[in-house]
């Protein structure tokens, strides 16, 4: 079976117009904000996407999801952010552009037929971490770094392909040294930083997980999210591991596969709404 391909990702295009809207000064904060027919509110899914944060991905690869959850009823608010790279990317400032775009949504509200209350994250391999760690600053274990300011709140976090240890993703040179690279240094170096931002750190989030991962990943290992979902499991979150046993790493973020379901289900699921 051949699996889909990055390449195939770019090559399609979605025909749809997002909004292009900014959350802050800088050139790359931003949104693409995808609306459903209708006239709403509607609820919404923080889109966050991959690409080992690093500079040369952007959100372009990601918009078929975003505007398939369009297409089925749910806006899709999708983040670009200063990546390793960029000026100002990695500690902290990757972060702090997540939480601040996600945090946005309440002032989209006031002028978009957009549901505040009904919100989750999902995110695509280095995005699904960012969208685990977007769920922890609300609803983690008291931590008051997490905790800062006043953090949109989930219903839960669809993590697809999501990297969910970044200590482990050092050791195993997941994304190359991409992880060491966001967070300025390895873990025995910076190890508040890797307790601070890596899923499998934060745990127990205190909200509902969605994870979904391809057999077939060979960029992001099924083990390392096997692992976390035990560790979740154990620490009392509610957690759900599909694997999708002819997928790659793309299959996830593309609606004409065979994944495409399952993916959203799980939005559809975590929002309360008919699949």
Known sequence: MRNVTFGEILAHTTGTTPERLAYGEDHLQFGHLYLPEGAGPHPVAIVIHGGCWLAEYDLGHISHLAAAL???????????????????????GTFEDVARGADHLRELADTHPLDPDRVVAIGHSAGGHLALWLGSRAYGASEGSRRSGNPIRLRGVVSLAGITDLG??????????????????????????????????????????????????????????????????RAGDDVRLVVAADAAHFELIAPWSEVWPDVREAVMELLGEEP
């Open 168 to 233: 482990r993703a050092v050791s195993e040179e997941v994304c190359g040294d991409a992880a060491g690279q966001l967070l300025g240094g390895a873990p025995a170096r910076v190890p508040e930083r890797y307790r601070r931002s890596s899923p499998l750190d934060l745990l127990p989030l205190g909200l509902p997980q969605r994870l979904i991962h391809g057999a077939r990943d060979e960029i992001v290992p099924l083990a390392m999210v096997e692992d976390y979902r035990a560790a979740a499991t």
């Open 70 to 92: 369009a297409g089925a009823g749910v806006a899709a608010w999708s983040l670009e952010y200063r990546r390793v790279g960029d000026p100002g990317g990695g500690w902290p």
